[in-house]
């Protein structure tokens, strides 16, 4: 009989990835997905812990999911409730504690075990049925965890490297998720080719700390592979157009991964690379162990590798003991770099870092100005970005249906979101798109090509790089830049 899975993921990419792979080790168990928790036999709240605004939502989403299990339960039915992820390590038998609902917390390095868990308390039917699992075992995770089927549609994610040895004073990562640690090459290759065979035609590398991947390849003849030589072998899969990676640390920029940005076509030309603020004062108390100046450096590397890199980041504001001129200068930061989208949060002091207990707390009123100041200025950016790709033709990958009927949604190398009449035959494909309106978080245009670049059924083959285009996918060589940096000419101030 078949069951039904409701999975609900909080956070960023890689729990999304997990999400996936929860629900691939439950298939073979007869559990299919479903799109409402109503339904559900097992429902799993997949949690973040990143900020306290992430973790207070899993509390009252299990005071809803309670209900639902006390009237499943009256009509004789039964509700595996489980926590994943960042809460349930961080937070543990705590949660049980406050909700009796909650039949399993497990985290990140735990859930190739869930089958075993699902049977666990199948066993136990209604009596006493609470698990706790919240060992680290990164390495043995990824070894049980079953070959992954793919078929996830044509981007997919590929987690590489997990957890984090930086210790940023502000961040629940290096606790919750522990230790750096990269998969082996052989292991990432073998799930990427399975990802393509499966349809992927982007994959999106995961980590933490995703440039410090270090991963051990037995015929390189070094310990080691960095993230830039990884690229290259991905490089060669068939029919892999696009190559991407997040989330990057500015200090693990090497040399290597920045000649890939010049000499991989398949590597698109953006970078998510955070750099939290733009005051060395601030990035020495968050432990971030580079100044402002090396940041600069490191996007004026990037710009000369990739002209045409669009950058993105990450800011907190409110930091403790932030001063005003300290809020100014990552606001100067920002018009200096440019990005073409950027995350802003304001600071949110989390158990167990040493950043919580540091003095000068600021208030949420300074924080809250601070954040509107500096979204506007990065909403100005985006906006300027895509407005700047206007009557741009963009090979865009299309990744599926939109909201509007007849209506499709892909992005641009760029990432920019991108919706256009076409043909639902064309998913999977990447098409020339002629962009005809710009919009704050999006871009709309219509099909340039009547036959797609890569077509989703032929196995798609990236093109050997022409001399007029760094890349398969660039049609112009001129980056859709809202920030006034023509090509070739990298604008820093130092
Ligand atoms: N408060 C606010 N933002 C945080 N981030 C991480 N920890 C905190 C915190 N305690 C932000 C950082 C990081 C992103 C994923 O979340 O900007 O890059
Ligand atoms: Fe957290 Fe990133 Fe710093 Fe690691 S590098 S501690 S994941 S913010």
Known sequence: MTRKLFIRTYGCQMNVYDSERMAELLAPLGFAATGSPDEADIVILNTCHIREKAAEKVYSELGRLRSLKDARQAAGRDMIVAVAGCVAQAEGAEIMRRQPAVDMVFGPQSYHRLPEMVARIARAGTGTRAILETTFDVARKFDE?????????????????????????????????????????????????????????????????????????A?????????????????????????????????????????????????????????????????????????????????????????????????????????????????????????????????????????????????????????????????????????????????????????????????TPYMQAVHLEAPEALVGSIVDVEVTAAHALSITGTLASEAPRFAHASAARPQPPSPQSMSPQSTSPQPPSGNAVQEGEVRIIA
């Open 219 to 411: 015929d390189a003849g070094a310990p080691s592979l960095g993230l830039g030589r990884l690229i290259r072998r991905l490089a060669e899969i068939d029919g892999l157009a696009r190559i991407r990676y997040t989330t990057s640390h500015p200090h693990d920029m090497d040399e290597e991964l920045i000649t890939a940005h010049r000499e991989v076509p398949q590597l698109m030309p953006f970078l998510h690379l955070p750099v939290q603020s733009g005051s060395d004062r601030v990035l020495e108390a968050m432990n971030r162990r580079h100044r402002v100046q090396d940041y600069l450096r490191t996007v004026e590397r990037l710009r000369s590798a990739r002209p045409d890199l669009a950058l993105s980041s990450d800011f907190i504001v409110g930091f403790p003991g932030e001063s005003d001129t300290d809020f100014e200068a990552t606001l100067g930061l920002v018009r200096d770099v440019t990005f073409a989208q950027a995350y802003s949060f304001k600071y949110s002091p989390r158990p167990g870092t040493p950043a919580a207990a540091m003095e000068r707390q600021l208030p949420d009123s300074v924080k809250e100005e601070r954040l509107a100041r500096l979204q506007d200025l990065i909403a100005a950016q985006q906006r300027a970005f895509n407005v700047n790709s206007v009557g741009r033709r963009l090979p865009v990958l299309l990744e599926r249906r939109g909201r509007r009927r007849g209506q499709l949604a892909g992005r």
């Open 145 to 217: 965890l079953p070959d992954a089927p793919g078929a996830h549609g044509p981007s997919a994610f590929l987690t590489i490297q997990e957890g984090c040895d930086r210790f940023c004073t502000f961040c629940v990562v290096p606790y919750t998720r522990g230790a750096e640690y990269s998969r082996a090459v052989a292991a990432v290759m073998d799930e990427a080719r399975r990802r393509v065979a499966a349809g992927a035609r982007e994959i999106t590398l995961l980590g933490q700390n995703v440039n410090a991947y270090h991963g051990t390849a």
